[in-house]
């Protein structure tokens, strides 16, 4: 059962372009939503994290929008540059502990920005 | 970087071997994980770590094993390799679950003939 669904598979953007990622959820119980990068050959690394009482969060050229009704939270790269190429996870967790604090990913996006 | 180190960093090893995989912190982080990343997949936990001596199971622990003795030791256990089990396996480790950062290693590339 897959938990948190992610869209599309891959993308590809023109520099400066707009670079939008999906992802969508089933369980209402999460309450910690992050998006990971990861670059060829290195472990994901924290981009941007957002919890649902907030329906949008900035850091510089990244942002993280969710709509807690519909269940959708993305992600958005604005002026997108050759060095954003990368796959990026979304993923989710509950927090409270055990099995269920454990972050749940969804399958990845692989961007590739064209110069 | 976060202190962690994944060894080895590449391994070839045949069907039916035992195979160890050995995750080192040097953060003193309660949390260690050990994921599994296909193509297609994603990210998928194998087992995780709360503590020295507690582990539990993930979505993917069919075939996997895990101890930690000491804290900053996280060691992924084949008992038996088989073809399924070649993927990239990524160690990470967080000071709290789930709703803090979770930094990861740099991956152990694992080919299974």
């Known amino acids: 059962q897959q938990q948190v669904k992610q869209s599309p598979q891959s993308l590809i953007v023109q520099k400066g372009g707009i670079s939008i990622i999906n992802c969508a959820y089933e369980?209402?119980?999460?309450?910690?939503f992050p998006w990971y990068q990861q670059f060829p050959g290195k472990g994901p690394a924290l981009l941007i994290a957002?919890?649902?009482?907030?329906s949008e969060k900035k850091e510089g050229r990244f942002t993280i929008s969710f709509n807690k009704s519909a269940k959708q939270f993305s992600l958005h790269i604005m002026d997108s540059q050759p060095g954003d190429s990368a796959t990026y996870f979304c993923?989710?967790?509950?927090?409270?502990?055990?099995?269920?604090?454990?972050?749940?990913f969804g399958k990845g996006t692989k961007l590739s920005v064209k110069p | 970087d976060a202190g962690i180190t994944q060894s080895p960093r590449h391994k070839v090893t045949e069907t039916g071997t035992p195979v160890t995989l050995r995750c080192h912190q040097t953060?003193?982080?309660?949390?260690m994980y050990w994921y599994r990343q296909d193509p297609g997949h994603g990210l998928r936990l194998i087992h995780y770590?709360?503590?020295?001596?507690?582990?539990d199971k993930g979505e993917v622990s069919d075939g996997y094993s895990v101890s930690r003795s000491k804290t900053e030791d996280f060691l992924l256990t084949l008992e038996s390799a088989t073809s399924s089990q070649t993927s990239v396996y990524f160690c990470?480790?967080?000071?709290?679950?789930?709703?803090?950062?979770?930094?990861f290693g740099q991956g152990t590339r694992l080919t299974v003939v």
């Open positions: 990470a480790i967080s000071d709290l679950q789930g709703r803090t950062e979770a930094f």
């Open positions: 369980n209402t119980a999460f309450d910690y």
């Open positions: 957002i919890r649902p009482d907030v």
């Open positions: 993923a989710a967790s509950m927090g409270y502990g055990g099995s269920q604090g454990n972050l749940i």
């Open positions: 953060e003193n982080h309660r949390y």
């Open positions: 770590s709360y503590g020295v001596k507690d582990t």
